[in-house]
């Protein structure tokens, strides 16, 4: 047996990495690079526990992939000594490509999706290591000949989505996030090459997209959480509108560069991929706060203003509502904000914040999770007769504002 590394996870107790390809990449700079990257952004503003990172995260989501590949091969499914470490591999990259504060700011320093980053990543690393990656690339993007390796990097009943329910719930304190984990990797197996879950463990499936559906209302899409990475989000936005005007903001420089080049989509991280790759390698959440800690005291009273907020929580008031709010209400709300006489001037769109927010606990639209009957017949989720979940979105409408 090949010797392990050891890492004490405070969620699953001793987590091990075969020392070889797996360890090296944990080791890689891009990888240690998640060790600054938050996984839940800003959500320790609510909850102060929520302060891991997704270093954590990929290393969880490593460690149920390797129980998930023991369980299956105890039932009879062909996986390749190859196979078991790409699909390790992929799993453990997933999300290689996340900036600074994870999700929230995905689409305000650069134009480009984290998945499509870490594929980019994962190629870059794959010339590095002499193509030991490829396999592993070819699960990750869906292109292998065994569907199921796929599935259980990226579904809706992944270890990706496992990990981060088990270890959300841990760090922010939020029972009803807890999920059976160990009983749902014992239940699942394969069927004509698609993952599917054992009959028997229907209920403990309902359990886990209903710990889902509770997590984003409690956590990820609390008002105050997401009141906090808005103000985040048009912090960067009048940063990057005033770098634009001539003004100078002091900031890391990994942080300047992708301010003052605020329009990277990804024709240009293919086409100048080593150089850009390198540059958001060096880019992660003690930048970004650094800055904005220095920013509270710039001379743009915006700028300041959004800032200060977030530093000292001083954060915007959010209503959620189930339709959208009335025009006599927002006009009303602008009114109050003009009134307000520590209020600097500026563009509603950076003090009266609209949009809306939508989560579906389960989808119909493709993957669904299926279920292998004791007769040997597979039905998706949806066509159980004792499923209690039901394909619904749930929309919510906001209203972001300082407090009056």
């Known amino acids: ?9 405070p969620v699953y107790g001793f987590v091990q990495v075969p020392y070889g390809l797996l360890f090296s990449l944990v080791e890689h700079r891009y990888f ?36 998930t590949i023991a369980v299956l091969r105890d039932k009879g499914v062909d996986i390749s000594p190859a196979e078991a470490e790409a699909v390790q591999i992929a799993v453990l990259l997933h999300d290689i490509g996340h900036g600074p504060f994870s999700h929230t700011l995905e689409h305000t320093l650069i134009h480009v999706h984290h998945e499509e980053l870490s594929v980019l990543y994962m190629e870059k690393l794959n010339e590095e290591f002499g193509g030991q990656l490829e396999l592993a690339i070819q699960i990750f993007k869906g292109q292998y000949e065994k569907p199921f390796l796929a599935q259980l990097v990226s579904s809706q009943l992944d270890m990706d989505r496992m990990d981060y329910l088990n270890r959300d719930s841990y760090f922010t304190g939020v029972s009803e996030g807890v999920i059976g984990y160990d009983r749902l990797i014992k239940m699942l197996t394969v069927h004509d090459g698609e993952l599917v879950v054992e009959e028997k463990g229907i209920y403990s499936v309902e359990r886990f997209l209903t710990a889902r559906r509770l997590m984003y ?71 970004v706060a650094a800055a904005v800690k220095e920013w509270q005291f710039h001379t743009d ?18 209503e959620f509502s189930p339709t959208p709010f009335s025009a006599a209400y927002q006009e009303d709300i602008r009114q109050q904000l003009a009134r307000k006489a520590d209020l600097p001037a500026a563009g509603p769109g950076y003090f009266l914040l609209t949009g809306k927010e939508t989560n579906a606990a389960y989808s119909t639209s493709k993957d ?15 066509e159980m007769i004792d499923n209690a979940i039901q394909p619904q979105t749930f929309t919510k409408h906001y209203l972001c504002y300082p407090k009056l």
């Open 1 to 9: 047996m090949m010797p392990q590394k050891i890492f004490n996870d």
């Open 32 to 67: 240690q690079r998640l060790r600054r990257i938050k996984q839940l952004s800003l959500t320790h503003y609510v909850y102060p526990g929520a302060l891991h990172t997704r270093f954590h995260h990929g290393l969880g989501a490593l460690h149920l992939m390797s129980e």
């Open 217 to 287: 209302w409690q956590v990820y899409l609390h008002k105050t959480v997401l009141a906090a990475e808005l103000m985040l989000i048009r912090t960067m936005e009048r940063a990057k509108d005033l770098i634009e005007a001539g003004e100078s903001l002091p900031a890391p420089a990994a942080l300047a560069f992708f301010l003052q080049h605020r329009d990277l989509q990804l024709t240009d991280f293919k086409t100048r991929r080593d150089e850009l790759l390198d540059c958001f390698a060096r880019l992660d959440d003690t930048d």
């Open 301 to 318: 009273p915006v700028l300041a203003y959004l800032a200060g907020g977030l530093a000292n929580r001083r954060l915007f008031r959010l």
């Open 368 to 382: 669904e999770i299926r279920i292998l009957r004791k007769a040997g017949q597979v039905l998706p989720m949806s």
